[in-house]
């Protein structure tokens, strides 16, 4: 046993005509909300299915919670709580009907589900069927199904899909809850903005491969972007001599653009500060985690030429 709550060697998934995962490895602790990224096809959710003992690998290996997800007890499959990416309920059931059904199936207690249709902010709804719920209300039903039974796991394939903004930070804030309780969290998604402060690691897959992997910072000084300077003083000629071997562009005589490595940030301002202009507005903007994914995609598209 590694200690990891999530733990895949040279992981390979083949099908007939094509390689699903290509030898991925990673160790993720217990406790952290670790973001899977990656175009469609990237592998996300075979990898999901692997960790759920729902398929078998080629060749390689999973442990999660400790354990092989093919040969675990049922006992291990109650501490994981799983959202596929696309969520299918019985219409004619209730909100409070679907999740006593699941918690059967969990052999969780069918009697205390309203807890959770009200941590998701469904309760109002709870006697409603589920034919009459919106998508975003499929979505946190499908939230409150992967919660049942208190897991230390929860795996989630694109769980804000659909979501709207309000909703998503409604998702996220019982997603910190989570992680404040210690679950540890793998979930998937394409919206990359949204992760930013509410992932500790993040994976990077591309073609069945690990194309990046770490906390967002790492990941960032990893692709070493550079922070934008968007500057507006009266004589920005004058302003981009004093910051001399920064790349700039003169948008005009009073607006300038400087491209300045994250790690010169500081002692750039300094000089700005220092260059006898007075600056009249001053916006730093740093590189967002889709300038991240958008480098290693790139990386990728220059390496196979
Ligand atoms: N049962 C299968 N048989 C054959 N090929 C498969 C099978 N399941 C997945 N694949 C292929 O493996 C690759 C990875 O698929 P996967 O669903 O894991 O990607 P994903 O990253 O989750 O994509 P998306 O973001 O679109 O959900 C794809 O090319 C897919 O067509």
């Known amino acids: 046993m590694s200690g990891a709550a999530l733990l895949a060697e040279a992981l390979v998934k083949a099908y007939p005509r094509h390689r699903a995962l290509n030898g991925v490895s990673f160790s993720i602790p217990p406790g952290v909300c670790l973001a899977l990224l990656g175009h469609n096809g990237a592998g996300k959710t075979t990898l999901m299915k692997l960790l759920l003992g729902l398929t078998r690998p080629t060749s390689g290996r999973v442990e999660v919670l400790g354990e092989d997800p093919l040969r675990a007890p049922l006992a291990f499959r109650r501490q994981i709580g799983f959202l596929p990416e696309h969520v299918i309920f019985h219409d004619e059931l209730t909100g409070v009907e679907t999740l006593r059904h699941y918690a059967r199936l969990k052999g969780e207690d069918p009697r205390r589900q309203v807890a959770l249709l009200e941590r998701v902010g469904l309760s109002h709804a709870a006697d409603r069927r589920v034919k009459g719920y919106s998508k975003g209300m499929r979505q946190r039903l499908g939230l409150a199904q992967a919660l049942l039974g ?31 309780e210690g679950v540890t969290v793998m979930l998937s998604s394409h919206v990359l903005t949204e992760l930013e402060a509410r992932t500790d690691l993040a994976m990077i897959m591309e073609q ?55 790690r010169d940030k500081m002692a ?23 300038d991240v994914y958008a480098h290693f995609g790139r990386e990728k598209d220059e390496e196979e030429g």
Do not use: N
């Open 208 to 262: 069945g491969s690990v194309k990046a992997f770490g906390t967002l910072d790492a990941l960032r000084s990893q692709a070493d972007l550079p922070a934008i300077f968007r500057i507006r003083c009266a004589r920005a000629r004058i302003v981009a001599e004093s910051v001399g071997g920064v790349v700039h562009r003169l948008a005009s005589e009073s607006a300038l653009e400087l491209s300045v490595p994250v």
């Open 268 to 290: 750039v301002l300094r000089q700005l500060m220092a260059c006898g202009v007075e600056i009249e507005d001053l916006e730093i903007q740093l590189p967002t985690l889709d």
């Open 150 to 180: 208190r897991p230390r796991l929860l795996l989630l394939d694109e769980p804000t899909t659909g979501l709207d903004p309000m909703l998503r930070q409604e998702f996220y804030r019982v997603i910190q809850e989570l992680r404040a």
